[in-house]
Structures are given as C-alpha cells and as structure tokens.
C-alpha cells in the first residue's frame, strides 16, 4: 500500500437535512461542490459536526454515496467511522468500501471510555477490515479516550494508517508526534482555532469546520503557511478567528449550521434533539457573521 499523502483543507462536512429531518440529498451535494469549487483538498462525511450520533448506518452510506456522485474523482472521500461497538464500525466499513470511499478517519471508541489496549485493538481491527487508508481521530477532550505519541509509535507498524487527526487542544502534541514518529502519519489540526499554530509546527492540513462556509479563505490560510508567508497568514487568520472559535463548542453543529445560514451557502435544519440557536446565543453568532462578512478580505473571497 502506497500512502496517499493526504494534506491540505479536509472539510468535516455538515449533513444537510429538510425541515423534516429527513436527507438533504440534493442540499449536501451542492454543499460539496461548493467547497470543491473553491479549492478544498478532501473531505470527510458524517464526523460529530455531520450529526453521526443522528444518523442511522445506512443514512451515514446514504451521504458518503452523495458526497462520492458530488466529488465525482476531484477530491478524496472519506467517511468517518465513529459506531460504539467495533462490530458495527466493520458492518459500516464493508459498506464504505463497496462504495468505493478512498479510505476513513475512525474513532479509536465513542461512548464507551476505552483504555489504549482497547483502543488501539478497534483501530487495528477497523485498518484489517478497510484494507484502505485511514486517519485516526484523537479527541480525548470530547470522547475521553487519548491515543498519545508513544500508542502511535506503537500502531506505526500498521501500514494502513497513514494520519492522525490531533484535537486535544494542546498544541505541543503536533511536536511531540513529529519529534518521535517524524513523518510517519500525515498530521492534521481538528481544533479549528489551532490552525495557525498547528501548521507553523509542521501540521500537514487541517480537518476544518468553519471552513465549510468559507472554504477558499481556508485553503489561502493553508497556502501561505505553506508558503512562508506567515505575517499574511496571520492577519487572515485573526480575521477568521471569532468564528473558528464557534467550532470549539458543544453546540458546534447549532453555530456552524448558523454560519452556512447567515453566509447563504446552506440551511440550518439539524436533528432533534438540537434545537435551532435562540435569544443572546443567536444574537451573538449572528453578530460574529455580520462583523465578519463586513471585513471579508476580497483577495481571497470564497465564490458561490
């Protein structure tokens, strides 16, 4: 197996739904092809901000089949594997591998706090089932498990693996990964208001939120940290900021469906039990837009 070398702008995809919480199938491909359009690098279909906790198996086949008619071979695929039993995360695999994703980003556990032998067995279990590439997903902040550099170091032999999406909110754990496996795994930020400092430490992309109302503004970031062009980079990323941080929140899909709202580039209907934002919470997204669209650096403006 040959690493793909994933880097650059990965969405974490919003699911778009009707008032009835029923799929939005024509609403989440022209989603997509939104993003494409304006410069993204992959994308990653039904993670915690796609409402995988909502969705049914089959529902989460039914996006990543739409996403791969939307992406139609521009971009990679991936679908992200988050089930509470390893059993149920091979039953979704098998049916992401018939459809043909290029690989998955998988949750080492969900509901249940697995300890890191646990963990690390779901994640070899899932690589021997997909026989594709996968990005392992640490978020011990919102699922209490953590796989640290030295669990990484351990899974290294692993060919399947290829990339760690980091989301602990400590920033040193990108030089920690780096210093003791180098370039083994492709290393992405999924804390959206780390960008900056993920990718002036060596990150390879980003697992981006905020990103999918304003996807080419995501990729310049990406591009001129790449470049060099730091002190650019930063002002663009101050810009952006404010509302990178509506991603770090336990109403993240509230205030980032909010977002594609206010920016015209989707709906907000969402699954129950999340409610639409109401009162000084709305007033305060909406509020964050506004300042932001009213600054909206032209130069790298995202098109409709």
């Not at 249940?112 to 026989?131: L, S």
């Not at 062009?229 to 929140?249: G, N, R």
């Not at 300042?291 to 995202?302: C, I, N």
């Amino acid at each position: 197996m040959t690493n793909p070398r994933w880097q650059g702008i990965f969405p974490a995809v919003t699911t778009k739904f009707h008032a009835d919480e029923s799929i939005d199938a024509e609403g989440t491909a022209r989603h997509i092809d939104f993003q494409i359009r304006n410069g993204i690098h992959g994308l990653v279909t039904c993670g915690s901000l796609g409402e995988a906790s909502t969705l049914s198996l089959e529902e989460k086949l039914q996006v990543a089949k739409i996403a791969l008619e939307a992406a139609d071979g521009r971009i990679p695929v991936l679908a992200n594997v988050s089930e509470t039993s390893t059993r149920e995360a091979l039953r979704y695999i098998d049916g992401g591998n018939k459809l043909g994703v290029a690989g998955y980003m998988v949750m080492p556990s969900v509901i249940y706090v697995a300890d890191a032998r646990e963990a690390m067995a779901n994640v070899r279990a899932m690589a021997k089932a997909a026989q594709k590439p996968l990005m392992v997903y640490n978020n011990p902040v919102a699922y209490r498990v953590d796989l640290k550099p030295e669990h990484m170091l351990e899974l290294a032999d692993c060919e399947w693996l290829v990339a760690v999406k980091e989301s602990t909110d400590n920033i040193r754990r990108i030089t920690d990964l780096r210093n003791l496996l180098g370039d083994r795994y492709q290393i992405f930020c999924g804390v959206d208001d780390l960008a900056y400092e993920a990718m002036a430490l060596g990150a390879d992309g980003l697992l981006a939120g905020v990103g999918c109302a304003f996807p080419r503004e995501t990729v310049a970031l990406y591009d001129l940290m790449k470049a060099g062009q730091f002190a650019e980079a930063l002002k663009l990323y101050q810009w952006m900021t404010p509302m990178l941080h509506l991603d770090v929140s336990t109403k993240l899909v509230q205030n980032l469906k909010l977002i594609d709202l206010l920016v015209g580039v989707g709906t907000e209907h969402m699954r129950r039990p999340r409610l639409p934002l109401i009162g000084e919470e709305r007033a305060f997204i909406e509020g964050v837009v506004k300042k932001a669209l009213a600054t909206r650096p032209v130069q790298y403006q995202s098109v409709a």
